[in-house]
């Protein structure tokens, strides 16, 4: 199946409503398993949260299978390593092959019970359910913030709570400090000091529902729309100036870009601003917003800007290695693409080759990134479906930004 995407108008203007966070969703499921009178409304409809919340229902399922879901894959790790039962969790052939021992490794520090059923330190997992030996661990911080989520939310359900020493660089921490304020916000006190967090004990909250902040991470490919289209005011529902999600970054990048983000009650309008000039050349370190490389890369290429973004080592072990599918993709459009080590270079050009067929890996960000080129050249999208991991109404949001689809 793909996607010929066109675009009938570059002059864009609409009222948008995107679902709740993804990240934020995932966390608080889990909580919500812990917890059974905290009570969560505008869930993110992605098929990540709705195979979590599926696996949680099941409690009783010998076999899991949670598909591509990565963030469902680590939490439920955690989460079923001291619940009572036998489980094997399971996952797609990529799943399979995207790495786990570190977060085992952790958890079998505290008592857990998990064995590798095919190849060491990857899924399939066999998980039979214990009681914690021990209330600290020490966990690498630069591989995966998931590991670390994922420990933090089953902290407090510990007797004598959970104290995490995090060894070597922090990487991706906002989605860290995203965990332990909502956290703080289910009523778990916590604390995160130098290289040490602390999660208390807690074996009952207080009654409360928590209503979701819309994913900012999908409010990106909205931004590069704005920035690559002639004119554009977009209003996006559901965001919050103050956000938990460290992809809310993306409105400070795109300013650079020419598109001004302005805060209204809960929503934000998205503006193309005139006579802005733009650089020629634009570098950051995502270390901390890995899911925001792929829509600053298409960007810079469809605005002719040379880019240097560092610190996307994670990458690699995402739905696909990353890295090499933007390399791989961009340069389609005559774009002269570079990786050193955890760095993408691309060095801008005055136009770009036309009519090109982006093949997506299996990953929905390859998919939703690349989309809005078609306000540059007609682009066909392999393989749409994929974005339905993530953001399922995506394709209609997008038609109703003057984006003709043609689906075959």
Same mark, same amino acid.
């Given at each position: 199946? !793909?996607?010929?995407?066109?675009?009938?108008?570059?002059?864009?203007?609409?009222?948008?409503?995107?679902?709740?966070?993804?990240?934020?969703?995932?966390?608080?499921?889990?909580?919500?398993?812990?917890?059974?009178?905290?009570?969560?409304?505008?869930?993110?409809?992605?098929?990540?949260?709705?195979?979590?919340?599926?696996?949680?229902?099941?409690?009783?399922?010998?076999?899991?299978?949670?598909?591509?879901?990565?963030?469902?894959?680590?939490?439920?790790?955690?989460?079923?390593?001291?619940?009572?039962?036998?489980?094997?969790?399971?996952?797609?052939?990529?799943?399979?092959?995207?790495?786990?021992?570190?977060?085992?490794?952790?958890?079998?520090?505290?008592?857990?019970?998990?064995?590798?059923?095919?190849?060491?330190?990857?899924?399939?997992?066999?998980?039979?359910?214990?009681?914690?030996?021990?209330?600290?661990?020490?966990?690498? =911080?630069?591989?995966?913030?998931?590991?670390?989520?994922?420990?933090?939310?089953?902290?407090?359900?510990?007797?004598?709570?959970?104290?995490?020493?995090?060894?070597?660089?922090?990487?991706?921490?906002? !989605?860290?400090?995203?965990?332990?304020?909502?956290?703080?916000?289910?009523?778990?006190?916590?604390?995160?000091?130098?290289?040490?967090?602390?999660?208390?004990?807690?074996?009952?909250?207080?009654?409360?529902?928590?209503?979701?902040?819309?994913?900012?991470?999908?409010?990106?490919?909205?931004?590069?729309?704005?920035?690559?289209?002639?004119?554009?005011?977009?209003?996006?529902?559901?965001?919050?100036?103050?956000?938990?999600?460290?992809?809310?970054?993306?409105?400070?990048?795109?300013?650079?870009?020419?598109?001004?983000? !302005?805060?209204?009650?809960?929503?934000?309008?998205?503006?193309?601003?005139?006579?802005?000039?733009?650089?020629? !050349?634009?570098?950051?370190?995502?270390?901390?917003?890995?899911?925001?490389?792929?829509?600053?890369?298409?960007?810079?290429?469809?605005?002719?800007?040379?880019?240097?973004?560092?610190?996307?080592?994670?990458?690699?072990?995402?739905?696909?290695?990353?890295?090499?599918?933007?390399?791989?993709?961009?340069?389609?459009?005559?774009?002269?693409?570079?990786?050193?080590?955890?760095?993408?270079?691309?060095?801008?050009?005055?136009?770009?080759?036309?009519?090109?067929?982006?093949?997506?890996?299996?990953?929905?960000?390859? =998919?939703?990134?690349?989309?809005?080129?078609?306000?540059?050249?007609?682009?066909?999208?392999?393989?749409?479906?994929?974005?339905?991991?993530?953001?399922?109404?995506?394709?209609?949001?997008?038609?109703?930004?003057?984006?003709?689809?043609?689906?075959?």
């Amino acid at each position: 199946m !793909y996607v010929e995407l066109t675009a009938t108008d570059k002059h864009l203007k609409s009222d948008l409503t995107i679902t709740g966070s993804k990240s934020e969703t995932n966390r608080l499921l889990i909580l919500q398993a812990l917890f059974s009178n905290l009570k969560i409304e505008n869930q993110s409809d992605s098929d990540d949260s709705s195979v979590l919340q599926q696996a949680l229902s099941a409690k009783n399922q010998k076999i899991i299978d949670i598909g591509h879901a990565g963030t469902a894959m680590r939490f439920l790790t955690a989460y079923f390593a001291f619940q009572k039962g036998e489980r094997t969790l399971t996952g797609s052939p990529r799943m399979q092959n995207r790495p786990i021992k570190v977060l085992v490794e952790a958890l079998r520090k505290l008592g857990a019970d998990i064995q590798y059923l095919q190849q060491e330190g990857y899924p399939p997992l066999l998980i039979r359910g214990s009681n914690p030996t021990s209330n600290a661990v020490r966990i690498k =911080a630069d591989v995966s913030s998931q590991y670390i989520s994922a420990l933090l939310l089953i902290g407090a359900s510990f007797p004598q709570g959970l104290k995490i020493t995090l060894q070597g660089e922090v990487l991706s921490r906002p !989605y860290i400090e995203m965990t332990l304020s909502l956290l703080k916000k289910v009523g778990v006190q916590n604390k995160f000091e130098n290289n040490q967090i602390t999660i208390s004990p807690l074996t009952e909250i207080e009654a409360k529902t928590i209503t979701i902040e819309s994913d900012w991470s999908s409010a990106s490919y909205f931004y590069s729309l704005a920035a690559l289209s002639e004119t554009a005011v977009l209003k996006l529902s559901h965001f919050k100036k103050n956000s938990l999600q460290g992809d809310a970054k993306i409105a400070k990048f795109f300013n650079k870009f020419g598109v001004s983000t !302005y805060y209204k009650n809960d929503s934000i309008l998205l503006k193309k601003e005139k006579n802005v000039e733009l650089p020629s !050349y634009f570098e950051t370190d995502l270390s901390h917003y890995p899911d925001l490389a792929q829509t600053l890369a298409v960007t810079c290429l469809g605005l002719g800007i040379s880019f240097k973004l560092k610190g996307l080592s994670t990458l690699r072990i995402k739905e696909t290695d990353r890295l090499n599918a933007l390399q791989s993709e961009l340069s389609k459009f005559g774009a002269e693409i570079k990786i050193k080590k955890d760095i993408l270079i691309g060095k801008a050009r005055g136009t770009l080759n036309q009519n090109i067929k982006i093949d997506t890996y299996d990953d929905h960000r390859m =998919a939703m990134a690349f989309a809005p080129l078609v306000l540059k050249t007609k682009i066909t999208i392999q393989h749409p479906q994929v974005v339905s991991k993530s953001f399922p109404t995506y394709w209609k949001l997008l038609q109703r930004c003057n984006i003709e689809q043609v689906f075959q």
